[in-house]
């Protein structure tokens, strides 16, 4: 039994790329997080209030912790095992019920949305467990097990208690269940299991990573190419249309410019890929989440734009871009152990703009988003002419376990 659940576990001699069974998985996130901009659009159709948009914030989470221990799973585990092709197809399943009801999770649909949750989290590690059996490593998938059962509760409570304690109930939930990532799912008596001391396949994790960038780019384009094609291809949604896809392309550059491509000699290279896995990962949450939010600022502007700006629908036209900026700050450190000043410095000034923005026009203000990636951009681009790719140099990475953990 211990030998059958060792097979399970990645070994040093198959393939560490990604799979066509984890992008087949990722086709489901691509329409999920489309159903997360229409709830974000739906909210400020309403009249976006702080609580509408941390409801919609809730939920994206909820299908960023999905495909964030998936991509665990797939790092740790053989893909090409049939447990773990039943556990993502299982979760590609689940994933798409969670998008069907997603924009109406906060209301009629609460439950069906809260079930298809459960059992892709709890349901997961439970058979991994099972699979495992007597192997020294089955402890893993149990603390997980365990976690999201506390947090099941707080889930089931808020989808049958009265409206008004859902998103309490929920938001509660949510920072149960991070918190058992980030923390290691900690059981009394058996310590602690972080993916940080995980071994995975490194190169894996990054590409996993650079795909759900990818994902959250062609959200993006969905988001552009519908919105578009419902305005009757006139001149002034012609030229936001124009301007949407030349900042999408911005993003892409600025992600993928050298620290981007690097992402994976890191992870590859690093002693302890997990810890950089586990940095990185709250890092491209920050900057898919500026993605997603500039792609509901796309709508907008494609819509109406040249209305009178609305202070709300700053907050994604800008405030996507800006968000994307400081994510990538962020990921600058992690690779080169350095603070990327311009694109700090660029964050800063778009968000110091919103003021004078609300003068203008939706127009206006995507326009001045663009023209500052494009200054980002184009010094990327001049700083880099005749220079050799530079080394990584992460300053993550290192072995650090504490007295308890469970040695993963």
Do not use: C, N
């Given at each position: 039994?211990?030998?059958?659940?060792?097979?399970?576990?990645?070994?040093?001699?198959?393939?560490?790329?990604?799979?066509?069974?984890?992008?087949?998985?990722?086709?489901?996130?691509?329409?999920?997080?489309?159903?997360?901009?229409?709830?974000?659009?739906?909210?400020?159709?309403?009249?976006?209030?702080?609580?509408?948009?941390?409801?919609?914030?809730?939920?994206?989470?909820?299908?960023?912790?999905?495909?964030?221990?998936?991509?665990?799973?797939?790092?740790?585990?053989?893909p090409d095992a049939l447990t773990i092709q039943f556990v993502v197809v299982g979760t590609m399943f689940g994933t798409l019920v969670m998008a069907v009801t997603l924009p109406r999770a906060f209301?009629?649909?609460?439950?069906?949305?809260?079930?298809?949750?459960?059992?892709?989290?709890?349901?997961?590690?439970?058979?991994?467990?099972?699979?495992?059996?007597?192997?020294?490593?089955?402890?893993?998938?149990?603390?997980?097990?365990?976690?999201?059962?506390?947090?099941?509760?707080?889930?089931?409570?808020?989808?049958?208690?009265?409206?008004?304690?859902?998103?309490?109930?929920?938001?509660?939930?949510?920072?149960?269940?991070?918190?058992?990532?980030?923390?290691?799912?900690?059981?009394?008596?058996?310590?602690r299991a972080p993916v940080s001391a995980w071994r995975i396949a490194g190169e894996h994790m990054a590409e996993r990573y650079q795909q759900m960038f990818l994902i959250a780019l062609g959200e993006?384009?969905?988001?552009?190419?519908?919105?578009?094609?419902?305005?009757?291809?006139?001149?002034?949604?012609?030229?936001?249309?124009?301007?949407?896809?030349?900042?999408?392309?911005?993003?892409?550059?600025?992600?993928?410019?050298?620290a981007g491509h690097l992402l994976v000699e890191a992870l590859r290279m690093a002693p302890s890929p997990g810890r950089l896995g586990v940095s990185t990962s709250t890092t491209h949450l920050v900057?898919?989440?500026?993605?997603?939010?500039?792609?509901?600022?796309?709508?907008?502007?494609?819509?109406?734009?040249?209305?009178?700006?609305?202070?709300?629908?700053?907050?994604?036209?800008?405030?996507?871009?800006?968000?994307?900026?400081?994510?990538?700050?962020?990921?600058?450190?992690?690779?080169?152990?350095?603070?990327?000043?311009?694109?700090?410095?660029?964050?800063?000034?778009?968000?110091?703009?919103?003021?004078?923005?609300?003068?203008?026009?939706?127009?206006?203000?995507?326009?001045?988003?663009?023209?500052?990636?494009?200054?980002?951009?184009?010094?990327?681009?001049?700083?880099?002419?005749?220079?050799?790719?530079?080394?990584?140099?992460?300053?993550?990475?290192?072995?650090?376990?504490?007295?308890?953990?469970?040695?993963?």
């Open positions: 039994m211990e030998q059958r659940g060792g097979a399970l576990l990645r070994g040093g001699t198959g393939s560490s790329r990604a799979t066509f069974l984890e992008l087949f998985f990722d086709l489901a996130f691509v329409f999920a997080l489309t159903r997360v901009s229409v709830r974000f659009i739906e909210e400020i159709e309403h009249g976006l209030t702080v609580m509408g948009f941390l409801e919609a914030l809730i939920l994206f989470l909820v299908l960023w912790h999905v495909w964030t221990l998936i991509t665990w799973v797939t790092s740790r585990y053989e209301e009629e649909r609460a439950l069906p949305f809260v079930v298809a949750y459960l059992v892709a989290v709890i349901g997961r590690p439970l058979l991994i467990a099972f699979v495992l059996g007597r192997h020294p490593r089955r402890t893993v998938p149990w603390r997980l097990t365990a976690w999201a059962v506390v947090g099941g509760v707080l889930w089931l409570a808020g989808a049958l208690g009265p409206d008004e304690l859902r998103f309490g109930m929920w938001a509660l939930a949510i920072t149960v269940d991070m918190a058992g990532y980030l923390l290691g799912w900690p059981v009394p008596g058996l310590g993006t384009i969905l988001v552009i190419g519908i919105s578009y094609s419902g305005e009757g291809f006139g001149l002034l949604a012609a030229a936001a249309f124009t301007v949407s896809v030349f900042t999408t392309a911005l993003l892409w550059r600025i992600y993928f410019y050298r900057m898919v989440l500026g993605v997603l939010l500039t792609g509901v600022g796309y709508e907008l502007v494609i819509v109406k734009p040249f209305d009178r700006v609305e202070p709300a629908w700053l907050f994604f036209i800008v405030g996507g871009p800006a968000l994307f900026l400081l994510g990538r700050t962020r990921f600058e450190y992690e690779i080169f152990a350095r603070v990327s000043r311009r694109r700090l410095l660029m964050m800063l000034a778009l968000i110091a703009s919103a003021p004078l923005l609300l003068l203008g026009t939706p127009m206006l203000a995507l326009s001045v988003v663009a023209g500052g990636l494009t200054v980002v951009a184009v010094v990327d681009g001049v700083l880099s002419r005749h220079q050799p790719m530079e080394p990584s140099a992460s300053p993550l990475g290192r072995v650090e376990l504490r007295r308890g953990d469970f040695p993963t």
